[in-house]
């Protein structure tokens, strides 16, 4: 009630246009939600994202319905939610991931939601793991519970201006399985995905500790060489 009362002295704007919302909107508005890019190709183990993890870790499912694009309204909605304190935005971009992929057929027997764990210094500095935050989105969407499977034992730098082979390397040993999910089918969820690097690792940890099944959604995939 209160936020319906604001909006009235001080109307809520899109994120990426700046222009008033209307009425059934959220946080963006239909036109510039219409101009995120889909990602194409069908969300399937043949798929470009899928064949980032063959050889390297062992997934059930691996996709994202959008593409990463520089200067694309998409990128601002993710530099909003990651970087400007909107874990609000985070949750709610969750529920649209988890609306995207509710129908795909290897995700039907999910027993629960996680996502790539922050390290404590990080998470006091920002406050919050946008992760997580996805992560429950997707699982209120879903239907099944939201749980921490991995704990991050080492701090890495940023993975953004790093090359393939460097981004593997500073992921190696950086994530140790938390108890209690044996037997489980595990969704492990993240923002965007670029080489695999960090979720390759995370996915191995899992398995190197339970015999799990582990699927990996996120929201958008870059491409290395966009």
Known sequence: MLNKLLSLFYPLNCLCCKSSLYKGE??????????????????NNKSSIAQLFWGKANVTFTGAPFNFLKQENLQQIIHEFKYEGNSNLAKYMGGYLGMKIKGVIELADVDCVSFVPMHPKKIKKRGYNQAEELAIGVAKKLNVENQCVLNRSV????????????????????????????????LLVDDVLTTGATLIACVNAIKEKYDVKVSVVCLAFRAVER
């Open 26 to 43: 959220t946080h963006f508005c239909i036109s510039c939600e219409a101009n995120f890019s889909e990602n194409i190709e069908p969300l």
């Open 155 to 186: 701090e890495s730098v940023s993975q953004t201006e790093k090359g393939v082979y460097e981004r593997y390397e500073n992921m190696d040993a950086n994530f140790t399985a938390l108890h209690g999910f044996e037997g489980k089918h595990i």
